[in-house]
DNA sequence: AATACTCACAACCGCGGGGGT
DNA sequence: TACCCCCGCGGTTGTGAGTAT
């Protein structure tokens, strides 16, 4: 049974011949597409429009780019897949001239390897049940010149999580959980320019304040402008279900992260919001908590995964499309 | 050298959304 | 509103090259 399409005719299946390719190639650069039902017809071809659809995208476009992927861009397809899940289409558009059958096939012949290999989740990026606790552990007790910075620590305070930079502060422990990187983190890291222009990346942002109500207790923050480049309002929600299940990095109604104005401000979880460290410790999630020598044995991690962590990350998106957000590097 | 196995990539399939009637 | 057609997307399968036994 055939596409619809081209039910009615006989059709080819299988690798494309050179012929093949040639017919189809002469017929696009010379008549455009069109419709793409009816190219197999005025091309010459026994193919479905489909096929040939998929075999110009895939193959025959002249912008393709060719050849294995860099490591900028596998970072890029990680940083996308942990936003936007296996949305393939969106996370090629972010490659020029790759595919997203190309980006798929990569990622699941080589990056989601790579990632189980160091003991992350795929899906979620996170760390895996296995890999979880020891790796938790290792970050709360560690020295921090031994962190790896790959993984990026983040606290809770005022109802924000951010990024610690460990390369600021290599005093101060207060609570931490070891997440991945939240979206964008390391290409926003690497590029590190002054912003020109509203689709310039633009550097963390690193300030110093008292942590909870001790004085003497101060951490350095880092926090990751999110660039926007669309033009409309306060987004109303923000996550999906595939979305990264951290959802760090993404906005809340009344943030103004998103405008054309590019402010710069800390990424807010949304759910945390009025949380404050209190709250946390009456909900049993912090329960006696030394800022200075902070022991993950003592910090309720199954609660935050399951009770902040899912819904901070999983709130309804049902009339926003991740799309909206329009993404620039 | 022959066979089995693995892997990367190309292509297919089914589904859902949008537009037209 | 319902139906049809087309397009695009994501998941899955097929294929061929390379490698191991």
């Given at each position: 049974m055939g596409h619809r399409c081209c039910s009615k005719q006989k059709v080819r299946k299988g690798l494309w011949s050179p012929d093949e390719d040639e017919k189809l190639l002469k017929h696009i650069t010379t008549q455009g597409h069109g419709s793409w039902s009816s190219v197999p017809k005025l091309a010459g071809l026994q193919r479905c429009g489909k096929s040939c659809r998929l075999r110009w995208i895939n193959y025959l476009r002249p912008d393709l780019r060719r050849g294995s992927f860099t490591e900028e861009e596998e970072q890029i397809i990680i940083d996308c897949h942990r936003i936007l899940g296996n949305r393939w289409a969106q996370i090629a558009k972010h490659l020029p001239g790759r595919t997203d059958n190309e980006v798929k096939n990569y990622w699941n012949s080589c990056i989601k390897k790579k990632l189980i290999s160091q003991g992350l989740d795929p899906k979620t990026h996170n760390l895996m049940p296995s890999h979880q606790r020891a790796s938790r552990k290792f970050a709360c007790n560690m020295p921090q010149t031994s962190i790896d910075h790959s993984?990026?620590?983040f606290a809770v305070s005022n109802g924000q999580m951010t990024a610690i930079n460990n390369n600021v502060n290599r005093e101060?422990?207060?609570?931490?959980?070891t997440l991945p990187s939240p979206p964008l983190l390391q290409p926003i890291m690497a590029a590190s320019t002054t912003p020109t222009s509203?689709?310039?990346?633009?550097?963390?942002n690193t300030w110093t304040a008292n942590y909870g109500e001790n004085p003497n207790v101060s951490i350095t923050t880092t926090t990751f402008p999110?660039?926007?480049?669309?033009?409309?309002?306060?987004?109303?929600?923000c996550s999906t279900s595939?979305?990264?299940?951290?959802g760090f990095g993404l906005p809340d109604d009344s943030y103004p992260i998103w405008g054309t104005n590019k402010m710069v401000e800390p990424c807010r979880v949304p759910s945390l919001e009025g949380l404050q460290l209190q709250e946390l410790q009456d909900k049993g999630v912090y329960k006696d908590v030394d800022y200075c020598s902070f022991d993950s044995s003592i910090f309720d991690l199954a609660f935050?995964?399951?009770t902040l962590m899912s819904g901070a990350m999983s709130r309804d998106l049902s009339s926003v499309s991740i799309d909206d957000f329009g993404w620039t590097f």
């Open positions: 993984f990026p620590v101060i422990q207060p609570p931490v959980l509203e689709n310039q990346i633009q550097k963390p999110c660039v926007s480049s669309i033009e409309s309002g306060p987004i109303s929600s595939s979305v990264n299940p951290s935050v995964d399951s």
